[in-house]
C-alpha cells in the first residue's frame, strides 16, 4: 500500500459526503420519504394560512352590535373556516408522521446491519488498531445522528422553511409594509442562527463529542482489562486514567452547553424584538387607517406561529451540524473500501483436488505492514506439502505470527504470491479460505453464547451427537458434563467462566469439528496446570491426524514431533530441517540452543533463540 492511502480510506467526512450517505439510505424507500414530506407540507400549508381566519372573525366583529345577523354569519363561517383548518393541520401531521414513522425506522435499520456487516470485514489490522467499545459507539450514535439527522431536516427544516415563505407571501398580499418588514427581520434571524450554529457551536460540540468517544473507549478498555487491573491492583490508576480523560470531556462539555444556552437566549431576545416590532408597525398602520383591527389580530397570530418554527430554526440547525458530526464515523465506515476483501471473481477454494505435494507454497513473499515502512519479510519462500506437520520458532518479534496470518489473508502481501493447492489465496474467497484454514489461537476468545454453540461455531449445523463427538475427542466431555446444564450451558463473557485449559479444549473441539484440511496452532504460553496439559497434548494429536499443520511452538515437546521445523529471526528463515537432522549438525544453533533448555537454563523455545541472539 502506498503512503497515505490509509488516510484516503479513512478521511474526515464532508457535508456532500453526509448528503451521498443519506440519499443512498433514502433511495430504497423513497415513496415513503415523498409522502411523508407532501402531507407535511400540506399540514404546515393550513397552519400559515390560519391567521388569515383568526383576523377574520375579528373584523367580521369589530364594530358591530350582537344582533347584526350578517356579521354574526360572517364570524361563524370564519370560525368554521379556522375550525377546519386547524383540525386538517392536525390530521394532515399525523398521517404524515406514520409514512415518517415507516421510512425513518426502515433507514435505521438499514444502516445498523450494514454497519455491522461492513466493519466485521475490516482488515484484522483495522480492528487491531480500534478499540472495540469505541467502534460500538461509532455504530450506534451514528445510526441515531441519522435518525435526528432526518427528522431535522425533513421534518424542521422543510416545514419551517415552507411555513416562513408561505407566511411571507401572505403578509405581503395582505399587509405589504409588515411583510418586508417580517421578512426582512426572518432573514436576518435565520442568518444570524446559522452563523452562531456554524462558528461558535458547532466546533465546542463536536470536540464533546470526541471527548465523549474516548472516554467511552477508555471506559471499555478498562473493563475489558479488569483481570489485568485486578491481578496488578491497579484500579487506583485506572481510575485516574479514567478520571482524567473524564475530566477532560466535562470541561468541554460544560463549555459546549454554556454556549448553547447563551446562543439561546440572543435568538429569543431577537424574536421578542422582531413580534414587538411587527406588532407595533400595524398599530401605526392603524392609526393611519391603513389596517383593521383583524389585521392587528392576524399579525400577533402570524408571529404567534412562526414564533415556534424560529424558535426551532436554530435547534434545527444545531441538531443538524451535531447529527452531521457525529455521522462522522458512521459515513467514514460506508466510504471506506477495505484492502482485504474478494476480488472481483473470486472464487471458492478447493483444496484436497489438486494433484500438488506443496499444499502451501509462499513464493517470493515480500510483507509490510500498512502503516510502516518496515519489511518484515523481503523475497520468502516456503513449500509445505501435504500433511507435514511443521514448527515455527524464534524470537518475540521474528516474524512467526505475520506467517500464520499471511496464511489466512488477514493483510494483502506487499510481493510475492502465496498458493493453497496450486490456488492464489487473493483470488478465492476470504470465506471459504478461512474455512479451509483453522486457527487453534493461544488464548481462545469463547462468545458469550451456550457451550455447544461455541463448539459449533466452524460449523453451525452440526448435529448435538457431532458436538459431543468433538467435545469427547478434545477431552472437553467429561468437565462439560461436570457444568450445571452441560452443553447448554452460558459462557461467561469472554469466556471466563472456564479455565484457560478448559477453554483451550473447547477450541480444540471446535477445530475438530470444523475438520479444516490446514491447521493453525499458536501454543498457548502461559504454563497449565498438568493434568490440563496432558488432555490438551492428547486432544491436538487427535485433532492434527491428517492435516497440514502449522505450530507456533513454544514447548519443545512440539518441536520434536515436527516433521520441520522453521527457525525465524527478523523475517528470515535462519535454520530448518527437522528436530533430528538440526540436532545432528553439530553447528545449528537450534542444538546448541535445545542442549541449553535440556540443562534447564530456559524455559521456552522463545527464550532459547532470544539467548542465542543476544550471545551472536
Ligand atoms: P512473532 O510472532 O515471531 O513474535 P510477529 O510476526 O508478531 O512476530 O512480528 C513480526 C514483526 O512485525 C515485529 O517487528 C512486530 O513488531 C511487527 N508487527 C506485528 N504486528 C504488527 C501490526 N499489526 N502492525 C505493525 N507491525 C506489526
Not at 14 to 33: E, I, M, Q, S
Not at 256 to 282: E, H, K, N, P, Y
Not at 387 to 397: D, F, I, R, T
Amino acid at each position: 500500500m502506498l503512503p497515505g492511502e490509509e488516510e484516503k480510506r479513512e478521511r474526515k467526512t464532508t457535508a456532500r459526503d453526509v448528503l451521498r450517505f443519506a440519499r443512498h439510505y433514502w433511495a430504497p424507500k423513497k415513496t415513503l420519504g415523498v409522502m411523508a414530506a407532501l402531507t407535511m407540507l400540506l399540514s404546515v400549508a393550513m397552519d400559515a394560512i390560519l391567521p388569515v381566519y383568526t383576523g377574520r372573525i375579528v373584523d367580521a366583529l369589530t364594530g358591530h352590535a350582537a344582533a347584526d345577523a350578517g356579521a354574526l354569519h360572517a364570524a361563524w363561517a370564519a370560525f368554521f373556516g379556522f375550525a377546519a383548518l386547524a383540525a386538517l393541520h392536525q390530521i394532515l401531521r399525523i398521517i404524515s408522521m406514520f409514512y415518517w414513522n415507516a421510512f425513518a425506522v426502515h433507514n435505521l435499520y438499514m444502516i445498523v446491519t450494514d454497519s455491522m456487516r461492513k466493519v466485521q470485514r475490516f482488515s484484522a489490522d483495522w480492528h487491531a488498531n480500534t478499540f472495540a467499545g469505541g467502534t460500538v459507539r461509532k455504530i450506534t450514535r451514528g445510526m441515531w445522528a441519522f435518525d435526528m439527522f432526518e427528522d431535522t431536516l425533513l421534518m424542521g427544516i422543510l416545514p419551517a422553511a415552507t411555513i416562513m415563505t408561505g407566511v411571507a407571501i401572505m403578509l405581503m398580499i395582505k399587509l405589504p409594509l409588515v411583510g418586508i418588514a417580517a421578512m426582512t427581520l426572518i432573514f436576518l434571524y435565520c442568518l444570524m442562527t446559522v452563523w452562531m450554529s456554524i462558528s461558535i457551536l458547532s466546533p465546542r460540540f463536536r470536540a464533546s463529542a470526541e471527548e465523549d468517544t474516548r472516554m467511552g473507549a477508555t471506559l471499555a478498555d478498562a473493563i475489558t482489562g479488569n483481570p489485568t487491573v485486578k491481578s496488578f491492583g491497579a484500579e487506583k490508576r485506572e481510575e485516574g486514567i479514567f478520571g482524567n480523560v473524564a475530566a477532560s470531556w466535562r470541561d468541554i462539555a460544560y463549555n459546549a452547553w454554556q454556549f448553547g444556552i447563551t446562543a439561546d437566549a440572543v435568538r429569543s431576545l431577537f424574536r421578542v424584538a422582531m413580534v414587538g416590532s411587527a406588532v407595533a408597525l400595524t398599530i401605526l398602520l392603524w392609526k393611519e387607517g391603513k389596517a383593521t383591527p383583524g389585521d392587528v389580530v392576524l399579525v400577533i397570530t402570524t408571529f404567534f406561529i412562526i414564533g415556534g418554527y424560529l424558535r426551532d430554526i436554530g435547534m434545527h440547525i444545531s441538531h443538524l451540524q451535531r447529527s452531521a458530526s457525529d455521522m462522522d464515523d458512521i459515513v467514514s465506515f460506508w466510504l471506506r473500501e477495505d484492502d482485504v476483501s474478494d476480488a472481483k471473481n473470486a472464487k471458492p477454494i478447493v483444496v484436497g483436488q489438486a494433484s500438488n505435494i506443496d499444499i502451501i507454497a509462499f513464493e517470493r513473499v515480500g510483507f509490510r505492514y500498512p502503516n510502516t515502512g518496515k519489511d518484515i519479510y523481503r523475497d520468502l519462500s516456503v513449500k509445505i506439502r501435504r500433511g507435514e506437520k511443521l514448527a515455527l520458532v524464534g524470537p518475540s518479534g521474528g516474524g512467526k505470527s505475520t506467517f500464520v496470518k499471511l496464511l489466512q489473508r488477514l493483510y494483502n502481501v506487499s510481493e510475492g504470491v502465496i498458493h493453497i493447492d496450486g490456488q492464489d489465496i487473493s483470488q478465492v474467497t476470504l470465506e471459504s479460505l478461512r474455512q479451509a484454514v483453522s486457527l487453534v489461537p493461544q488464548d481462545p476468545i469463547l462468545f458469550h453464547r451456550t457451550l455447544a454453540d461455541n463448539i459449533a461455531y466452524g460449523r453451525p449445523d452440526a448435529s448435538r451427537e457431532a458436538i459431543i463427538d468433538a467435545a469427547k475427542k478434545a477431552y472437553a466431555h467429561d468437565f462439560i458434563m461436570t457444568l450445571p446444564k452441560g452443553y447448554d450451558t452460558l459462557v461467561g463473557e469472554r469466556g471466563v467462566k472456564l479455565s484457560g485449559g478448559e477453554r483451550q479444549r473447547v477450541a480444540i473441539a471446535r477445530a475438530i469439528l470444523a475438520d479444516s484440511p490446514i491447521l493453525i496452532m499458536d501454543e498457548a504460553t502461559s504454563s497449565l496446570d498438568s493434568v490440563s496439559e496432558h488432555y490438551i497434548q492428547k486432544a491436538l494429536e487427535t485433532l492434527m491426524t491428517g492435516k497440514t499443520t502449522i505450530t507456533i511452538a513454544h514447548r519443545l515437546s512440539t518441536i520434536q514431533k515436527a516433521d520441520r521445523i522453521l527457525v525465524f529471526d527478523q523475517g528470515r528463515i535462519v535454520e530448518e530441517g527437522s528436530h533430528k537432522s538440526l540436532m545432528e549438525n553439530p553447528h545449528s544453533h537450534y542444538k546448541k540452543l535445545y542442549d541449553m533448555q535440556v540443562l534447564g537454563l530456559v524455559e521456552t523455545a522463545e527464550d532459547i533463540v532470544i539467548l542465542e541472539g543476544k550471545r551472536a
